[in-house]
């Protein structure tokens, strides 16, 4: 079975750090480049962030600029969101896809109908 599954997700405090995982089962993800979203309630799923498939190059939302560090260990099938400084605003349900795109920049949300998608990971940001 093809999937991503992402972890790492949890309740933490404003200013702390988190480190999620996107780990692939069923196939190679150092075919893809890997884009990652996040979605809270009520709002529209946002793009955070993209890396090559080599991770050679990524991009990142404004947003999360200089706090949040994609990086992948395909040897390991598996790429990460390093995420410091957190804050209550980044509270929500994130997820990784794997398609076949060249960042920059990050591809939009809604050309990615045939990528692979984890089913979520849910980061809480305490104030």
């Known amino acids: 079975q093809l999937q991503l599954v992402e972890s790492g997700g949890g309740l933490v405090q404003s200013g702390g750090s988190l480190r999620l995982s996107c780990a692939a089962s069923?196939?190679?993800?150092?075919?893809?480049?890997i884009a990652w979203f996040r979605q809270a309630p009520g709002k529209e799923r946002e793009g955070i962030g993209c890396v090559s498939r080599s991770g050679g190059s990524t991009n990142y939302a404004d947003s999360v600029k200089g706090r949040f560090t994609i990086s992948r260990d395909n040897a390991k099938n598996t790429v990460y969101l390093q995420m410091n400084s957190l804050k209550p605003e980044d509270t929500a349900v994130y997820y990784c896809a794997a398609d076949s795109f060249r960042p920059p920049p990050c591809p939009p949300v809604d050309t990615l109908g045939r990528a692979f998608w984890g089913q979520g990971t849910q980061v809480t940001v305490s104030s």
């Open positions: 069923g196939f190679t993800l150092d075919d893809y480049s």
